[in-house]
Nanobody, 120 residues
Framework: QVQVVESGGGSVQPGGSLRLSCAVS????????MGWYRQAPGKERELVAH???????NYPDFVKGRFIISRDHAKNTVYLQMNSLKPEDTAVYYCNAVVKPVIGREVDYWGRGTQVTVSS
């Protein structure tokens, strides 16, 4: 089995920073792409940041220059550094990992999410 667990969410004032972490564990052969998504109340889930297995990154315009995604292959962990946070960044943030388990084919795995609240 494969587990995906996020951590690092919380409450912060506008302009503040938070760092999210996502650890993937279990019977893993390798991890391909990883990413962070978010979902605010009443809205659809949207991509926040994506990182390929080779380290190429991709961001939507609304977080460019503020968020940075990185990964540690040795720890099977992906991070999201969020700076200059705005109230509209408030959402549940989900980690996604494309994982090749020891047995079976590549599968999309999701964490349960971590709440980020930006408010004064």
């Amino acid at each position: 089995q494969v587990q995906v667990v996020e951590s690092g969410g919380g409450s912060v004032q506008p302009g503040g920073s938070l760092r999210l972490s996502c650890a993937v564990s279990g019977s893993i052969s390798w991890i391909n792409d990883m990413g962070w998504y978010r979902q605010a109340p009443g809205k659809e889930r949207e991509l926040v940041a994506h990182i390929s297995v080779r380290g190429s990154t991709n961001y939507p315009d609304f977080v460019k220059g503020r968020f940075i995604i990185s990964r540690d292959h040795a720890k099977n962990t992906v991070y999201l550094q969020m700076n200059s946070l705005k109230p509209e960044d408030t959402a549940v943030y989900y980690c996604n990992a494309v994982v090749k388990p020891v047995i079976g084919r590549e599968v999309d795995y999701w964490g349960r999410g971590t709440q980020v609240t930006v408010s004064s």
